[in-house]
């Protein structure tokens, strides 16, 4: 128990000496989920939307196959990506292997059926007859399409903030497509499993605490936006 405590203490010096190497890392994380979060997010919801408003036929087994998707795990995610991206494989010749962009591409389709099943599920409790009333009432398809993504913001907010956690602290497709290169694609998860591997727990103490100060963070700000402005 002391040499836990004891280590746990030299992470927080570590973290807080702003250490160049560290910091890098958790900035690598941060710039590469965020980027994914921001390019995924809006076409998801425009998915979302369509899902909820369209009637068209193979719309229900659309919605299920997303849901599905939401299970597939992250290790399955990345080979798929690293398949793409391998020099063999159809997109082998933009070499993008072992790259941020692989890292982006590989949590935005971890992301993406996430998005699409919460805004599909927050668009729904949307009153059933606005789309129509909008209409009715002259707004243009995307004006209406507005009105009705304002009335459920924060679902939506709570959809986007749900898919940034799950890719931010994910490790296994960001190891297999990134390489887990220090300075480049090295990002919080895989730099705690390198460092878990070697013995050397301190760095990995410290990233682990930034990861868990990000979910009390996060899980605050979705408290939040459920209770539509107010804690519970």
């Known amino acids: 128990m002391g040499e836990i405590l004891r280590a746990t203490g030299d992470a927080l010096v570590l973290l807080f000496s702003w250490e160049p190497a560290l910091w890098d890392i958790i900035g ?32 229900r087994a659309l919605i299920s196959f997303f849901n599905s998707l939401m299970a597939v795990p992250a290790v399955v995610v990345g080979l798929t990506v690293y398949l793409l991206l391998s020099r063999s494989g159809p997109m082998g010749d933009l070499k993008l292997l072992f790259t941020q962009t692989a890292m982006i591409i590989g949590q935005i389709t971890l992301a993406f059926p996430l998005l699409v099943a919460m805004s599909h599920a ?3 409790a949307a009153e059933k007859d606005a789309w129509e009333t909008a209409i009715t009432l002259g ?20 959809a986007v903030i749900a898919g940034f956690a799950r890719i931010i602290a994910e490790v296994g497709c960001s190891m297999m497509v990134g390489g887990n290169i220090l300075g480049v694609t090295r990002n919080i998860p895989t ?16 990233l682990g605490m930034v990861l ?5 963070f996060l899980n605050l700000l979705l408290s939040f936006v459920q209770g539509k402005g107010e804690l519970t």
């Open 28 to 59: 690598i994380s941060f710039s590469v989920s965020l980027r994914a979060i921001l390019i995924s997010a809006p076409l998801a919801i425009v998915v979302a939307f369509v899902l909820t408003i369209g009637r068209f036929p193979g719309r």
């Open 122 to 124: 927050a668009l729904q």
């Open 191 to 206: 730099a705690i499993a390198l460092e878990t591997s070697k013995g050397e727990f301190i760095q990995g103490i410290a």
């Open 212 to 216: 868990l100060f990000l979910a009390l």
């Open 139 to 158: 707004a243009k398809p995307w004006q209406a399409m507005l009105t009705i993504m304002r009335e459920v913001r924060f679902g939506l907010l709570a």
